[in-house]
């Protein structure tokens, strides 16, 4: 399947990588191999992408699947990726809608990590909230530890 997903123009393969990506968060793939074989595949497609609003908008699907089905580490490393690519898209306090995409993002891995040690344990994560202004970072902190308390 992901063979043929190929054939398609690239944001075409954005939109159905993502739409895949919701569909198997909804219904978890059993193999460890299909999981790591979606991510995989899913990356390659998004880190040939120049639309930034795509990549956020995909990127928040696939960190969602990966919190939900990889190891930390590995959702610390596609963080990492994801941050760099943010950097290579906005500078800082330029860009307003990229900064709400990675905002909610940012909620999407608050609201997906199963407690928050594994939060605070993924280190690219909070280096994230770097990014905005200290009234923001501050409502974010709240958010998190509201959710979690």
Not at 24 to 46: D, H, M, T
Not at 97 to 103: F, P
Not at 130 to 149: G, H, P, Q, W
Request: aromatic content about 12%; hydrophobic content about 50%.
């Amino acid at each position: 399947m992901l063979a043929e997903i190929k054939q398609f123009e690239l944001d075409d393969r954005l939109q159905l990588v993502k739409s895949l990506g919701i569909a198997l968060i909804r219904s978890k793939p059993r193999r460890a191999a299909l999981k790591l074989q979606f991510l995989n595949f899913s990356w390659e497609q998004l880190a040939v992408t120049d639309n930034a609003s795509v990549f956020m908008d995909v990127s928040a699907v696939l960190v969602e699947f990966a919190i939900k089905n990889m190891k930390q580490q590995s959702v610390n490393n596609f963080i990492s990726e994801i941050f760099k690519r943010f950097r290579d898209f906005v500078k800082v306090g330029e860009d307003e809608e990229m900064y709400q995409k990675l905002e909610h993002l940012i909620i999407k891995v608050m609201l997906t990590a199963k407690n928050f040690s594994e939060l605070i344990g993924l280190d690219n994560f909070m280096s994230l909230l770097n990014y905005f202004s200290a009234n923001i970072k501050f409502r974010l902190c709240e958010v998190m530890l509201d959710y979690f308390s």
